[in-house]
DNA sequence: GAGATAAATTGACCGCGGTCAATTTTAAAA
DNA sequence: TTTTAAAATTGACCGCGGTCAATTTATCTC
C-alpha cells in the first residue's frame, strides 16, 4: 500500500523524451513537434510520454520554460536599466524568441496566471520570476524618477507583461518584413505606461 | 471559365449550419461544439461545412462575431461615459461573456490583429468597431479631464483591449468563487492606465 | 529464492478536425 | 431541348493528440 520513490528508469526515460524533443524541435521548431515522433525516436509506446508529462503541452511547458530562464539569465545579467529604453532592450530578446512561434505564444498565455501554486512546472517559476524581475528593476527607476511613483511597482510590472502579450498577438495577425520586430511595437505603450506626462 | 453568383442552394446550406451551431452552443456551449455534430444537424456532409468556413474557427467567429456585435450595441445604447469607473461598467458585460469560454476568449484574441483587412469576418468587424468606440469615449473623457491628454485616444483604447485581455488570460487560470467578475481585477489597471496621479 | 505488490511501460483504440477526388446539381449557352 | 461548365455537395480517408486495460519490470518481505 506504501508509495515509492521513482526509479532510475523513470528518470531516464524521462529525459530521453526531453532531449529527443529538443532536438526535433531545433531542427522542425516547435510547431513542428509530434508525438509521435518524440516516442518513435526515443524507443518508447506512445503511453508512456503521456504517463511522464500531462498532454503535449506539459512537454512543451519543459522545453520553452527552459528556454525561458536561460533568456532571464542573460537578462539579469545585463544587469539593472537606467531608462525605459533599456528595459525595452533588455525585453527584446524574450519578445523575439516568443515572436518565433505560436505555439511559444499560446502556452505561455496559458501559464500566464499560474501564481505561485504547482511551481513544479518550470515555465511557471520563469514567469513568476520574470514578474518579479521586472518588479525590481522598475522599483529602482522609480527612485530615480525614470518611472512614475503613484502606482506600485508590481502593478506597473504586470502591466508590462499585459502589453508584451497584446503586441505579440497583433504580431501574429499580420505579415512581417524582416526589419521590425515586436520590440518597436511595444515602445509608444510602455512610455505611456511606465512614464506619463501628466 | 466565368464565376458565377452563388447559389440559393448555398445561401439556405449556410444559413442552416449558422443556425443549428447556435442552437448547439445554445445547450453544449461554444466548447461543446463538434463539427460532427453540426453537419449531422443539419444534414449535410462534413466537407460541405468546409467549403462554407475555412475551418471550425471560421464557423465559430460568426456565432461569436454576431454575440459581440450585439454586446457592442449595448454598450453604445448606454451613450457617454462620464468617467472611468462608467467605463468599466460598460465593459463588464463584454468581459463576462468572453470570461464565460476559454474558446471565445482564443479566438477573439486570434483575430485582435485583423486590422481593416478582411472586414467580411463578422467578428474582424467587431473589434475594429469596439477599438473605435473606445476611442471615441476616451475622446471625450480627455476633453472633461477625466482621462489623460499626453497619449492619442487611439493609443489608449488599445491599451484597454491589452489589459482586458490580460485580466482573461488570468481569469481562466484560476479557480472563482461565483461572486467575483473579470471586471474587478481590470480596475486598478485602467485607473493607472488612464489617470495617472503623476 | 519465491511470492507479493507497486511502478513503469505498452499499444490498440478513440475522438475530432480537416482534406480532396469523385459525384450530383444548377443554370447559362447553343 | 440538349450541351456544357461551373457550383455545390459528398463521404471515405488522414493526421494527430490522448486514453486505459493489460502486461512487463523492479523492489520489498518472508
Redesign the pocket.
Known amino acids: 500500500?506504501?508509495?515509492?520513490?521513482?526509479?532510475?528508469?523513470?528518470?531516464?526515460?524521462?529525459a530521453k523524451l526531453i532531449e529527443v524533443a529538443q532536438e526535433i524541435v531545433a531542427v522542425q521548431g516547435y510547431s513542428g513537434?509530434?508525438?509521435?515522433?518524440?516516442?518513435d525516436q526515443?524507443?518508447?509506446?506512445?503511453?508512456?510520454?503521456?504517463?511522464?508529462?500531462?498532454?503535449?503541452?506539459?512537454?512543451l511547458a519543459v522545453l520553452i520554460g527552459a528556454e525561458v530562464m536561460t533568456q532571464l539569465d542573460q537578462m539579469e545579467a545585463q544587469g539593472q536599466p537606467n531608462n525605459i529604453n533599456e528595459v525595452i532592450d533588455r525585453l527584446s530578446p524574450l519578445l523575439s524568441f516568443i515572436a518565433t512561434d505560436r505555439v511559444i505564444f499560446e502556452l505561455l498565455l496559458r501559464y500566464s496566471g499560474s501564481t505561485g501554486a504547482e511551481i513544479d512546472e518550470v515555465v511557471t517559476a520563469g514567469l513568476v520570476r520574470q514578474v518579479t524581475l521586472f518588479a525590481g528593476w522598475l522599483a529602482q527607476l522609480q527612485h530615480t524618477g525614470e518611472v512614475r511613483n503613484d502606482s506600485p511597482a508590481e502593478l506597473l510590472s504586470e502591466g508590462i507583461q499585459a502589453f508584451l502579450y497584446h503586441v505579440l498577438a497583433l504580431w501574429f495577425c499580420i505579415e512581417h518584413t524582416n526589419d521590425d520586430s515586436p520590440a518597436t511595437s511595444l515602445q509608444p505603450f510602455l512610455h505611456s505606461w511606465l512614464a506619463p506626462k501628466t
Open positions: 500500500m506504501n508509495t515509492r520513490a521513482p526509479q532510475q528508469r523513470r528518470l531516464k526515460t524521462r513537434l509530434r508525438v509521435e515522433d518524440v516516442v526515443a524507443g518508447v509506446a506512445k503511453g508512456t510520454l503521456f504517463s511522464h508529462f500531462k498532454d503535449k503541452d506539459g512537454l
